[in-house]
């Protein structure tokens, strides 16, 4: 493969490259991303990965002395309805 063939190459890809270089002998040095960490730093940012979730309960106790709408609107914010 020619010297501007993997140029060209190298650059269609270079969001998946940390950094490359070609030497004076058209030798490719090529060092990647590596994608799960990428993976991981983007699902956090997002909001994707949760590290701490909250268990919270209603005993049928409780329910019983809820008023309907409150109870509903609580199921359907815990994603219950």
């Known amino acids: 493969m020619k010297t501007y063939q993997v140029e060209q190459l190298l650059s269609e890809h270079k969001d998946l490259l940390k950094k490359y270089s070609i030497d004076d002998k058209g030798k490719v040095a090529i060092e990647m991303y590596d994608a799960k960490s990428a993976l991981d730093t983007l699902a956090k940012i997002h909001g994707l990965l949760i ?3 909250e268990v919270t309960t209603i005993t049928r106790e409780q ?5 309907t709408e409150e109870l509903e609107a609580e199921l359907k914010q815990r994603g219950l309805l």
């Open 63 to 67: 329910a019983a002395q809820m008023p």
């Open 51 to 53: 590290d701490k979730q």
